[in-house]
């Protein structure tokens, strides 16, 4: 898998282990609630770079 992959796929994870939290994540990352949601159901299957960034930078930070 190349960087993208593997990032999309550590997100998900995050996002499925704190999903309560999605609202003050997509607040806190900036990144739109509805892209959160379907970033994390695989709705959407390839999210741009900026949204992943932002979302892995908030999930690795730990906060919500």
């Known amino acids: 898998m190349d960087n993208k992959a593997d990032l999309l ?10 999903r309560g939290e999605w609202r003050q994540i997509a607040e ?3 990144v739109p609630y509805f892209t959160l949601a379907k970033v994390a159901s695989g709705a959407t299957d390839n999210p741009r ?3 992943l960034s932002r ?7 730990g906060a919500a």
């Not at 979302?55 to 690795?60: G, P, Q, S, T, V």
């Open 9 to 18: 796929q550590q997100v998900k994870a995050k996002l499925r282990d704190r």
């Open 28 to 30: 806190a990352s900036g």
């Open 49 to 51: 770079w900026q949204t």
């Open 55 to 61: 979302l892995a930078e908030h999930l690795e930070q």
